[in-house]
């Protein structure tokens, strides 16, 4: 619970800025899109047709039988006990 209100914080603070936050797979890193809250965004989270906001696909936080949704997977953001969450990048300071 507590990543998501930190997600939603993101949101807010990442529509204000020009580049939205990313997220990364912390092991692998690959990229798992970005914390826009624009849902016509291709890579944004909050797309609910997209590869990365979609309830369907294996690359999104928002499958809860994902890798990196489900409640029991060791590299979801929604498993409090995850111990290879994907993490947040702010690509302005990259």
Same mark, same amino acid.
């Given at each position: 619970?507590? +990543?998501?209100?930190?997600?939603?914080?993101?949101?807010? *603070?990442?529509?204000?800025?020009?580049?939205?936050?990313?997220?990364?797979?912390? %092991? *692998?890193?690959?990229?798992?899109?970005?914390?826009?809250?624009?849902?016509?965004?291709?890579?944004?989270?909050?797309?609910?047709?997209?590869? /990365?906001?979609? %309830?369907?696909? +294996?690359?999104?936080?928002?499958?809860?039988?994902? +890798?990196?949704?489900?409640?029991?997977? =060791?590299?979801?953001?929604? =498993?409090? /006990?995850? *111990?290879?969450?994907?993490?947040?990048?702010?690509?302005?300071? %990259?």
């Amino acid at each position: 619970m507590r +990543k998501i209100a930190m997600l939603m914080s993101l949101f807010i *603070t990442a529509a204000a800025s020009a580049a939205p936050p990313i997220l990364i797979d912390q %092991k *692998t890193g690959q990229y798992l899109g970005n914390l826009s809250t624009n849902q016509n965004d291709p890579d944004s989270v909050s797309n609910p047709h997209g590869r /990365y906001g979609s %309830k369907t696909s +294996k690359d999104s936080i928002n499958n809860p039988n994902g +890798k990196y949704g489900s409640p029991q997977s =060791n590299d979801s953001m929604n =498993n409090p /006990y995850a *111990t290879n969450a994907p993490i947040v990048l702010d690509r302005e300071n %990259k």
